[in-house]
């Protein structure tokens, strides 16, 4: 396993095809078989970020965090500084979970209570739930209420599912502290090659993205890992 202190940054469309390949490799034991928790992880972490991309067209990539095990993922992108003439780097703290078909709940908001929220203590995570079952989920904005009435601890929450019967497209919506839905097409996502699939990141002085390219690829099952070839 790659340490914190290597920081070598994954594209999320290279997650994301590679889900995608390992879910043609053995089916749907990827959705129930807790050795891909990570896999599963990994692809929710990345739709989110690539709805940020639609969002705001800003690049983002991102790292698991292989020692303290929260957050699961810390995600950068690149920005210009003007006023300090180079590049800085904002980033997400993030946490994903999976809401569950075999789950008891039936409400969302115990879920993530339970799942989450009773459990983090740090204002700056950012929390994307992947919803797989077939619940009726209350409107955005009643779900916003509710969270403002609870005050969460934490950044932001979204949630992510597939609105079309055929999963082709895929809605994130955020639900605290705002309300916000961004919609992908998931073909789309998956035919779309990205420039750079690893990353080596620095700061530098110009206005563009500055970046080592890596020798490393991602091995998302059984566990995520980034091996030299």
Known sequence: MTTNSEEILVNPYTAIRLFAKTYLNIGETIFTDRKYKIT????????????????????????????????????????????????????????????????????????????????????????????????????????????????????????LGDVTPDSKTWRITQIYPNTLAIDLDYDEVLSTKEEHSFIHSYRGKSDKLEYEQTGKQVRLTPTFDLSIE
Request: hydrophobic content about 35%; proline content about 6%.
């Open 40 to 159: 599963r992880e990994a692809w929710i972490g990345s739709m989110f970020l690539l709805a940020l991309k639609k969002q705001s067209s800003e690049e983002w990539y991102f790292k698991p965090e292989t020692v303290s095990g929260s957050p699961d993922f810390y995600c950068y992108t690149f920005l210009h500084d003007k006023n300090r003439g180079g590049s800085i780097k904002p980033e997400i703290k993030l946490e994903v979970f999976e809401w569950r078909k075999e789950e008891n709940e039936k409400d969302f908001i115990e879920a993530l209570k339970r799942i989450k929220l009773n459990k983090i203590i740090d204002p700056q995570i950012t929390i994307v739930c992947y919803i797989r079952r077939n619940e009726k989920i209350p409107p955005a904005v009643e779900l916003n209420k509710k969270l403002k009435e609870i005050k969460p601890k934490v950044k932001d929450i979204w949630y």
